[in-house]
């Protein structure tokens, strides 16, 4: 089954405490993307990534970090998370840089910091 | 500032009426829309896109309308069905479907009633 596959999809944790956040598809998509969603924003770009070793900054990437060593494999890191980086992350795929604008996305993962 | 915006955080219809979702956005630069649709605990699924050389698409029971002048697209659902209860995103973007160049609106939380 073609699909994006995030863990872990639940987390609380503590400020200051190193997490990552996998994401990994097996649709052999060339381009990746990790989004936020909070409530009265929307979904907002993190990092994105065209191709293995090409990453580069959404409109909010301040506090994550990125890479991609593997095609099929896209890891959000927060080095030292803090509260305000609570939220609803999803992890998304695509064809490379698709003129549709079709992204397919992984289920999501709650993660609160406190 | 937010470049998508649906301001009706949420909708209820009754089953079998139609359902218009209505998105605003203001940069004129925008030259292709999507509608995304999210339930509970799963990730957002591409839905329908217009391109900005029209002003509809038309997919089943979806169908998208463009208004260039007024900056609004809307989505109309007929006839709504109790699985169509969800939230729906609308996206924009200046670069034809680009995917990484998505802006994406705040949502809208849509109640069919049986």
């Known amino acids: 089954e073609a699909q994006v596959t995030q863990n872990p999809r639940y987390l609380i944790t503590v400020t200051g405490k190193k997490l990552t956040v996998t994401c990994s598809q097996n649709m052999n998509h060339e381009y990746m993307s990790w989004y936020r969603q909070d409530p009265g924003l929307g979904l907002r770009q993190i990092y994105y990534s065209m191709n293995v070793e090409v990453t580069d900054k959404g409109d909010v990437p301040e506090g994550y970090k990125v890479s991609r060593k593997e095609k099929r494999n896209f890891p959000l890191i927060l080095e030292s998370p803090s509260p305000n980086q609570t939220s609803l992350y999803f992890c998304?795929?695509?064809?490379?840089?698709?003129?549709?604008?079709?992204?397919?996305f992984g289920e999501g993962s709650r993660l609160t910091v406190l | 500032d937010q470049q998508v915006k649906q301001n009706s955080p949420s909708l209820s219809v009754q089953e079998g009426r139609i359902s218009i979702l209505n998105c605003d956005y203001t940069?004129?630069?925008?030259?292709?829309f999507l509608w995304y649709k999210k339930y509970p605990a799963e990730g957002p699924t591409f839905l329908i896109s217009?391109?900005?050389?029209?002003d509809k698409n038309e997919d089943g029971r979806f169908t998208v309308f463009l208004n260039k002048s007024a900056k609004h697209l809307s989505l109309h659902i007929v006839p709504s069905q109790p699985g169509d209860s969800a939230v729906y995103f609308c996206a924009a973007s200046a670069y034809g479907g680009a995917t990484n160049k998505l802006i994406f609106g705040t949502g809208t939380l849509l109640a069919v009633q049986p």
């Open positions: 217009i391109s900005s050389i029209k």
């Open positions: 998304a795929s695509s064809f490379g840089l698709t003129n549709t604008g079709e992204l397919f």
């Open positions: 940069n004129s630069m925008f030259d292709y």
